[in-house]
């Protein structure tokens, strides 16, 4: 038997060889049946050989009638969100059976473009996680802000020739690719044949038809059930989202049924350290979505089977001979919990733990010290033009806002942060070129009653971004970010109260993701001392600057308006 | 208005230029959400522009309420088995809604290789229905016959690079791909990425992981529930097959659920003239599903959206912006029977006619003239040499045959055909390359009392083939069929009772498929008046030589028990 060639897989599946190992006594959850089939399941060379009786292993073991799920695949995400490099991201989401990420680096591309994607891409060799990543359609999302970096559509398409990505990631520039703007369009022509995800919230009627026309192929941006169906319908994929700051699940999940359900996928987008450690990821969703009343094996073909035809990832998404032994194995059907994970046929989780945590990579230097700004232009007083101004009103949970005229609160000639409105200053802080531009406004909901929080993670230009209610607790939080080479920090008046490095890109950490999560606790204890109601303001505030979500945003160049798409004035007729 | 560039679909999907046509009061079969929908449907530059209102158009037409699926596709079929040119095939099935046919053109190939294939696809430019070409993955079938042609892993991997095939076709050497058969494996690997159709009658257990494992993703030879049932659980599209002689819908309906029924499509493999113009191609096979208890949009999907997602055709299978607006309108829902067929975006089938026949090819010499033999190696006579004989038993409407050991029907010293047994002499005679081979045995099961049948008609290889009573009727019928440039014949004594030409390759007429129909049915009456008791006995007969398909067959090079896939004696011990 030792002169089998080790490429033999067929002769195994054959059963004239000996596989690796036979999971025996497994009940497997077949997502092309849609049933429960008991069964061995043999495995060789990290795939499935077979399934069935009659087949012999090196190694033996008998799951007693524990269900076996395909590894689960989350649709989209950004792992910068986690704070953690993607090693540390893995030992969050392994254990839960999480076993591929379609994600998109496009926080770490407008920091440093290209060699940022390829950084992912090489953080994530010899993971216990397949992380398939996704071409930043978006780098910069608009040129309302000031990004570190700009990839083109030659870009992108060199990132595809390499084998770095497998498709365009969420093409945000809506408008541009309803209007047919040209840089949209080349980046989606480049793209032909591959999964076209899209970003296109509120996008409805003839809007849509045109957005869905141009090529673009799913959605993870509705907010309601008719939205949902309506994309849904004219052909898109529902990426059904449920991220820190944005959920979408609760509903969402009305409008699943057995003849639509295929056309659904589950994704968590953004999740902070705290949530991937506690709540988990699309595992989450699915305990969640069979409570809601959705059949099991709907609800878990919504991260196996689905997601593997939508990103054409015919090797993975189901137990089936040939494809890689990626495994989900749990006790309780109504309850799908992971007490064991297998990836490429090797066990590398069980009860909720990683068994071999893979190291952070080495770092490149041009990936560190990414946060500088021109002190010269940072110019926090904003005097007085008008009695009006437009505030920014974020809404709690929710990553759009509303665009408010209210009166100012002025003070020596000089527009003020007023706590008891719960107004304070916001501003942005260009931090890749040293270019001193810096955007000032003012934001309601976030509550500070004093102090000031501050961050390098900034969506989607990852600017220095800080909301305080005065300027020495600005100055303060900042100063902590940058003298960390960025991340994020809460302070009062001249004291750091809190503060977690992100030296990677201003982005991540290089700390494993227990510690990642403490210190984002403490800023979060820090932040709620100084007042804030909001259960994760830092999350919040890295969302006022994404000017591609309306209402009113802010970046470096100033108050964006998003529906008009547009810079607008921080002074408005009363 | 006229400065719109041609290219800007969007425009017209933004509602800002008019479209070239809008379907009001459309009932959509919505193939995403598995609801009706009553929309506008907003056709222009070919494609489906928008869905919805508020929309106008150079030409309107109120559909007042009929409801509108996509076009329908035929999964797999041999356009050759027609015994016409591509043209008249679409002129067939085009008015039944027919607007796209996946195609294996395996016969063509088989007799004149890659000019064969290409021919096919430059006779299927400009019709009203897409013609799919795969790549014939087995010509020859196996080395047991003779073809005219040998198709390489290099020459298929021309035809995907050069855009004439879209996926590698039904890979009928199974046990060359179970075994890792070199040359399979080699085709195999050359269309990775690409749809890989399967062939694999009765192929199950150990065998069947070994099949799927070597990365073959569909098949259409299913003939229990059971066997069906497997093949779907382990990750094979099941392609349901309803041709002439080879029916499997009533058997495999009961398999399908809302839960597996994405995993499936409809086929029609090898349909005669009469067949195609009475009961139609795949719209049939809907209406007999529905008939069954099928949900009419489930069963409407297994003709759009599964093989659409199957074959990678993302362009079409669904009624949505950007899609190709070819469309099946008719006007009950319990009974989908095509009023109007549009294919892309133009009205090309009415009340069951096309509308804008289109003329059959030039068809260049090289593809006439095929059919010569070697006449001094054409021995009808059979020696006698042991008392027993294995006798091919037909069986009605199989493709497999019994392998029966029979006594002997002796006359001066020869083995006779004996009609009172129903035992008839059948010869497979090279045609291609004037080798002189001549396989002869005896068949049961036709019924002939007197005269022969014959034709150039012989799957894979298509050899001529002749089963008859007497060795002056089997000649007469074989003079008929080689005059005639190739095609069908039947004959008693030295009198030709109906002959069809088919010239093309020996496989297909050059003239209308009324014509060529009508052709057939003064063949098949011919053959009932020599006492045949099939149906069709022409097509029953093509089926004798194909080698891959159990249990016992003919070629040129002789007897083949294809259970042991190798070449055997006529002759055997009693």
Excluded at 235 to 241: A, E, N, P, Q, T
Excluded at 339 to 365: C, E, M
Excluded at 387 to 394: E, S
Aim: aromatic content about 4%.
């Amino acid at each position: 038997m030792n002169d089998l060639p080790s490429s033999d897989l067929l002769s195994i599946s054959r059963g004239e060889y000996p596989a690796d190992l036979i999971l025996r006594n497994a009940r497997l959850v077949n997502v092309f049946s849609g049933q429960i089939e008991t069964t061995d399941i043999v495995i060789a060379q990290g795939k499935i050989a077979a399934l069935g009786a009659g087949y012999t292993a090196a190694e033996e073991v008998d799951l007693q009638n524990a269900y076996v799920a395909p590894g689960l695949i989350d649709a989209h995400v950004h792992i910068e969100s986690s704070l953690c490099l993607p090693p540390q991201f893995a030992t969050a989401v392994v254990p839960r059976g999480i076993t591929t990420v379609v994600a998109d680096p496009h926080e770490i591309a407008n920091v440093s473009g290209a060699q940022g994607v390829r950084f992912m891409a090489e953080a994530s060799c010899d993971l216990p996680l397949r992380v398939e990543l996704m071409a930043p359609s978006c780098v910069p999302a608009t040129n309302m802000a000031s990004s570190g970096a700009t990839l083109t559509a030659d870009d992108l398409a060199t990132l595809l020739a390499d084998g770095t990505v497998r498709g365009l990631a969420e093409v945000m520039n809506f408008p541009g690719v309803i209007s047919g703007n040209g840089d949209v369009t080349a980046k989606i022509r480049a793209f032909a044949g591959t999964p076209i995800d899209g970003h296109a919230p509120a996008v409805r009627d003839k809007q849509l038809n045109a957005y869905v026309a141009a090529g673009v192929g799913s959605d993870h941006e509705c907010f309601t059930p008719e939205e949902a169906q309506e994309k849904l319908s004219r052909g898109l994929y529902i990426l059904i989202r449920e991220a820190t700051n944005a959920k979408n699940l609760d509903t969402l999940l009305p409008i699943i049924t057995p003849a639509n359900s295929r056309r659904i996928c589950f994704c968590t987008d953004d999740r902070t350290p705290a949530d991937l450690l506690t709540a988990g990821s699309v595992d989450d969703m699915i305990r969640r979505a069979i409570a809601f009343g959705i059949d099991p094996i709907e609800a878990i073909r919504m991260c196996t089977l689905n997601p593997s035809e939508w990103f054409n990832m015919h090797d993975r998404g189901a137990i089936a001979p040939g494809r890689v032994a990626d495994l989900f194995i749990f006790d309780d059907l109504q309850i799908p919990a992971a007490r064991q994970v297998y990836t490429a046929g090797k066990l590398v989780a069980q009860d909720g733990a990683i068994i071999d945590p893979v190291p952070n990579p080495l770092v490149p230097d041009t990936l560190k010290g990414t946060c500088k700004i021109k002190w010269s232009g940072v110019r926090l007083d904003v005097g007085l033009r008008k009695r009006h101004i437009r505030v920014i009103v974020h809404l709690a949970n929710q990553l759009v806002t509303e665009n408010k005229v209210m009166n100012a609160t002025v003070r020596a000639g000089n527009i003020m942060a007023d706590p008891q409105r719960d107004i304070l200053k916001i501003a942005v802080i260009e931090r890749h070129n040293e270019t001193g531009r810096c955007g000032i406004g003012f934001i309601q909901g976030f509550g500070l009653q004093e102090g000031a929080i501050a961050g390098t993670v900034a969506h989607d230009h990852h600017n220095l971004i800080t909301i305080g209610v005065d300027n020495v607790s600005i100055l303060t939080a900042i100063k902590a970010v940058l003298s960390a080479g960025g991340g994020l920090a809460a302070a009062n008046g001249q004291q750091i109260l809190a503060s977690l490095p992100l030296p990677v890109a201003g982005l991540m950490s290089d700390r494993p993701i227990a510690e990642v999560k403490k210190n984002y606790d403490q800023l979060l204890a820090a932040a709620k001392q100084l007042g804030s109601k909001l259960e994760d303001p830092f999350m919040a505030m890295s969302f006022m600057g994404l000017e591609v979500i309306p209402s009113l945003k802010i970046t470096d160049r100033g108050l964006v308006d998003v529906n008009a798409f547009a810079l607008t004035e921080l002074f408005a007729n009363g």
